[in-house]
């Protein structure tokens, strides 16, 4: 069986985390990997977390859960790919640590875009509602967002088209052995 690793995607609503994740998942696929699973927040809201709301409490303990999913997978030698805002830098690093603990490598992902690109976007036309204030708690409007220090890669997506975006993940994945040119491990 191959390798497993967690592919973490952060950044603010709009910025591209689950376009980048799907296409991830598409490639890997084509190159062979079997196990892989993607967790993506919208989905997971409305299943795994569908009680929990956006204060700072239940964003941490959305990412808990979601945590302990991708502990038992990844464990297993999943794939797992996770695309949430995810905003608060401790609970990120406690989800870093329960999967590295068992050596598992962590890729945090941060998603970079300026917030006047996003507003812009906006393919959901939430920024628009939250800067009318018919949203409460959105991230980047009346909500924080902790940006990564160390990130093991970094997108701009103001910059970089998909394909260029998802080019930077693969190589990182090539360069650090987790993946190989055409092959599974
Ligand atoms: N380099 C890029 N990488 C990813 N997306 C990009 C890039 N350039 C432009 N985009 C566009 O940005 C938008 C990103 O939307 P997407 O739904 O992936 O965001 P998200 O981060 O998952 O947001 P949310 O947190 O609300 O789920 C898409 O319309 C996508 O085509
Ligand atoms: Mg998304």
């Not at 409007?141 to 930077?168: G, Q, R």
């Amino acid at each position: 069986m191959h390798k497993s690793f967690v592919v973490w995607f952060t950044g603010l609503s709009g910025a591209g985390k689950t376009t980048l994740a799907v296409e991830l998942e598409k490639k890997l696929r084509e190159l062979g990997y079997e196990n892989v699973q993607r967790l993506d927040g919208d989905i997971v809201r409305q299943d795994l977390t569908r009680d929990l709301g956006f204060t700072r409490e239940d964003r941490n303990e959305n990412i808990r859960r979601v945590g302990f999913v991708t502990e038992l997978l990844s464990k297993n030698g999943v794939i797992t790919i996770c695309s949430f805002i995810s905003p608060y830098r401790d609970a990120r690093k406690k989800v870093r640590e329960r999967v590295t603990k068992h050596g598992i490598p962590f890729i945090e992902v941060y998603v970079k875009c300026p917030l006047e690109v996003l507003i812009e976007r906006d393919p959901k036309g939430l920024y628009a509602k939250a800067l009318r204030g018919e949203i409460k708690n959105f991230t980047g409007i009346d909500d924080p967002y902790e940006e990564p220090e160390n990130p093991e890669v970094i997108v701009e997506t103001d910059k970089e088209t998909v394909e260029e975006s998802l080019e930077k993940i693969l190589n990182y994945l090539k360069n650090e052995n987790l993946i190989l040119g055409g092959r599974p491990k």
